[in-house]
């Protein structure tokens, strides 16, 4: 559900503006989608070379920026709740129009919690490859390298260079 599309007619007053509430979704909503069409993209390109570091690590990355994405977009949500909530007890709103927010609200959680589960899945799997390949190339799979060259963002866990 896109903000824009399902909250229609809703004012509220976010960080002091008075603004249409899909108005204030409209940047999140938009890197949201963003999001979502990257790691699609990823995620593709995954299934032909699962072992490749750099679409892991890219994978990670975007989960991690989707995360915020939508925790911004939450933010915004239970900042407007309490007033949304007043004009639909004043009659400011119409039913539909509350209910339209309301199921936003709950989509948005249910996307947080899937993103948060999915990077949390994903995060062991690609630990696991990352540490494996870094091994291989750098030391023929034997010890463990000094320190970790930045490329996977951390994934390897080993000890980045620099961050004793």
Not at 36 to 55: F, H, I, M, R, S
Request: overall charge neutral.
């Amino acid at each position: 559900m896109a903000g824009g599309k399902t909250i229609k007619g809703i004012t509220v007053e976010i960080g002091g503006d008075t603004t249409k509430l899909g108005k204030a979704l409209d940047g999140v909503t938009r890197t949201s989608r963003n999001l979502q069409g990257e790691l699609k993209q990823v995620n593709n390109l995954l299934k032909l070379d699962p072992g490749n570091t750099d679409l892991l690590a890219q994978k990670q990355k975007i989960l991690a920026d989707s995360i915020e994405a939508t925790k911004d977009k939450l933010d915004i949500l239970r900042e407007a709740q309490s007033q949304i909530e007043q004009q639909y007890a004043a009659g400011t709103i119409d039913r539909g129009a509350y209910l339209d927010f309301q199921r936003e609200l709950v989509n948005t959680e249910q996307r947080l919690d899937d993103l948060k589960e999915k990077q949390k899945e994903f995060g062991s799997v690609a630990k696991q490859v990352m540490q494996e390949r870094v091994w291989r190339e750098n030391v023929g799979g034997g010890a463990k390298p000094a320190a970790c060259n930045g490329c996977c963002y951390g994934l390897c866990g080993i000890e980045r260079q620099g961050h004793g």
